[in-house]
């Protein structure tokens, strides 16, 4: 089954904590990106990538890191979170080609107190 | 100015309405076009992509005006499983880059 699988889907973490947030997606797209959602502002991006050891900044990534060691994986790290980094975290993936698609994991919830 | 607008609602309609949402983008360059559904909680999942002809899938129909730069959908015979939020979605080619309107909420009333 083509998925986008992400863990974990719900933690509790303290301010400071190193966490990462690991992504895997089983359909060989080139494209992942990384979105978190709040009321009220919608999905806004983090980071994205358009291949292996190819990253880039989205219009939120402060306090995030990424990386693309492997054409599957894409995990989101947060060195040092914050309580502002409370949030519903998506991975997603597609391909780039012309009417593609892009799919979603099932989403992380991260409460930072 | 937003990548992409769409009115945030809510819209509460009776069992059996049609409803129609609106959305604008403001690039043109802009490629492919999509609607995605999202229940509460829950990730957002591919409802119809968006043919510059219009197409339809059963009770959904979409729109696209490249001219005037909005997309739109129409939900006839509305079921009470169609509350969700809804959200249009655009593809810019140049980097792959996706822009999502923040969503309209819909929530049909028996």
């Known amino acids: 089954e083509a998925q986008v699988t992400q863990n974990p889907r719900y933690l509790i973490t303290v301010t400071g904590k190193k966490l990462t947030v690991t992504c895997s997606q089983n359909m060989n797209h080139e494209y992942m990106s990384w979105y978190r959602q709040d009321p009220g502002l919608g999905l806004r991006q983090i980071y994205y990538s358009m291949n292996v050891e190819v990253t880039d900044k989205g219009d939120v990534p402060e306090g995030y890191k990424v990386s693309r060691k492997e054409k599957r994986n894409f995990p989101l790290i947060l060195e040092s979170p914050s309580p502002n980094q409370t949030s519903l975290y998506f991975c997603a993936s597609s391909r780039i080609s012309s009417g593609n698609t892009i799919y979603f994991g099932e989403g992380s919830w991260l409460t930072v107190v | 100015r937003k990548e992409v607008e769409q009115d945030p609602g809510p819209f509460n309609v009776p069992e059996g309405a049609t409803v129609a949402f609106n959305c604008t983008y403001s690039?043109?360059?802009?490629?492919?076009f999509f609607w995605y559904r999202q229940d509460c909680r829950k990730e957002p999942k591919l409802l119809m992509s968006v043919y510059s002809s219009g197409n339809e899938d059963g009770r959904f129909t979409a729109q696209l005006n490249r001219a005037s730069q909005y997309i739109s959908l129409l939900i006839r015979d509305s079921k009470l499983s169609d509350s969700a939020t809804y959200l249009c979605?655009?593809?810019?080619?140049?980097?792959?880059?996706?822009?999502f309107g923040t969503g309209t909420s819909l929530t049909v009333i028996p």
């Open positions: 979605v655009v593809n810019i080619k140049t980097g792959n880059q996706f822009y």
């Open positions: 690039n043109s360059a802009s490629q492919s």
